[in-house]
């Protein structure tokens, strides 16, 4: 159905597989135009189907079970981003890119609109579902975050902030992270006390700065404002921060916003997907958690290959976390977004590739 996963390798002590690295037999999804981009991936909570976004205005679902494309969607009038699958399979939510910011709700059965939620000023940065209910978050360029249930045209609440471009959901659904780029800070909610200030503020400078020498890369003054995404960890544990920048995404402690580590890549990243408010090619960042938690996949910064970082593993004295593997692939990693139910994830650029686990495909250096 589709490339293989490199299984990362058993610990110190187990039997050790054989060391060969094969170029995986991938079986990709091409997509209409060879110029096209995906900008944003989403599986469905069953994990049964895929979505993806493209840059020519149409939405593409996919059977993450058959390993089949089944349908384009187009929206050619109002174009498409961030799409997300609601509770239901086959109804989706995505952010209109033309005429006006607002966020529709679509049924992918007849291709009919079900509602609109229109308020946004400016470009929609964010979409998340809640996990626990019919509620979603919306962030955007008009510097505010808003509130909204399925079964309303109208937000439920709305916060006015600087920046914040990112937000995110913990597992629980009664704590709310976003992230505002601007002033390197997170800020966490309780979703009961919404209109409430944050009962945590995460400073990334004070973090980075504490963590790492003066004199090293990592410093405070390298945490720049190219942040591309948000994502709690499936335990609640963790809290990870994707960047574009050669330091590498941030790792946190999800309860003290300690810094864990900097998921550094070997190569400076070059031509990435645009972070909020920049100019370029929109995506939704280019690393994610595996199901468990455990590990991060993501892209190598470079114009082939993902790689892997193990969660757990031991980061040296700069706080780096280096790659514990790579997964070889002919193509750039641009988006990429791990099965909820099964085990494989999705990577994407101007092609759509399903990775399965496969144990005669070594994981070869990073």
């Known amino acids: 159905m589709a490339g293989p996963l490199a299984v990362p390798p058993p610990p110190p002590g187990g039997p050790q597989p054989a060391q060969k690295t094969s170029e995986p037999r991938?079986?990709?999804?091409?997509l209409p135009k060879p110029e096209t981009n995906v900008t944003s991936l989403d599986f469905d909570s069953t994990g049964e189907y895929l979505l993806a976004a493209c840059s020519d205005d149409s939405l593409q679902l996919y059977s993450a079970t058959s390993g089949t494309h089944l349908k384009t969607l187009l929206s050619q009038k109002y174009g498409a981003h961030l799409a997300r699958f609601t509770h239901h399979s086959q109804s989706i939510l995505y952010a209109s890119t033309k005429i006006d910011d607002t966020i529709r709700y679509l049924?992918?059965?007849d291709n009919q609109f079900l509602r609109?939620?229109?308020?946004?000023?400016?470009?929609?940065?964010?979409?998340?579902?809640?996990?626990?209910?019919?509620?979603?978050?919306?962030?955007?360029l008009d510097n505010t975050v808003r509130l909204w249930s399925l079964s309303s045209p109208n937000p439920q609440a709305r916060l006015n902030l600087s920046t914040p471009y990112l937000a995110a959901y913990d597992p629980s659904a009664t704590v709310?992270?976003?992230?505002?780029?601007?002033?390197?800070s997170i800020l966490l909610y309780d979703l009961r006390n919404y209109d409430k200030p944050p009962f945590a503020t995460f400073d990334m400078r004070r973090a980075a700065a504490e963590s790492a020498s003066s004199s090293s890369q990592h410093s405070a003054s390298a945490i720049s404002r190219e942040w591309t995404k948000l994502e709690f960890s499936n335990d609640g544990k963790s809290l990870l921060v994707a960047t574009n920048t050669a330091s590498g995404h941030l790792l946190l402690d999800?309860?003290?916003?300690d810094l864990k580590a900097f998921c550094t890549?070997?190569?400076?990243p070059t031509n990435l997907r645009a972070a909020p408010g920049s100019p370029g090619i929109p995506g939704q960042g280019d690393v994610c958690f595996s199901a468990d938690g455990r590990y991060l996949v993501g892209g190598s910064g470079g114009e082939r290959d993902a790689l892997v970082w193990d969660a757990q593993g031991q980061v040296n004295a700069e706080q780096e976390l280096l790659p514990m593997a790579g997964?070889?692939?002919?193509?750039?990693?641009?988006?990429?977004?791990?099965?909820?139910?099964?085990?494989?994830?999705?990577?994407?650029?101007?092609?759509?590739?399903?990775?399965?686990?496969?144990?005669?495909v070594a994981v070869k250096p990073p």
């Not at 991938?26 to 091409?30: A, H």
């Not at 609109?116 to 996990?131: D, E, I, M």
């Open 107 to 109: 049924s992918t059965h």
């Open 176 to 184: 709310i992270a976003i992230a505002s780029a601007s002033t390197s």
């Open 26 to 30: 991938n079986q990709l999804f091409k």
């Open 116 to 140: 609109y939620f229109k308020g946004h000023t400016a470009p929609v940065t964010t979409l998340t579902l809640s996990p626990a209910s019919d509620t979603f978050l919306s962030c955007s």
């Open 327 to 360: 997964l070889p692939w002919r193509g750039k990693t641009a988006v990429v977004e791990w099965n909820p139910r099964y085990n494989m994830l999705a990577t994407a650029d101007r092609e759509v590739v399903f990775w399965l686990p496969d144990e005669q």
């Open 254 to 257: 999800a309860f003290s916003g």
């Open 265 to 268: 890549r070997p190569n400076v």
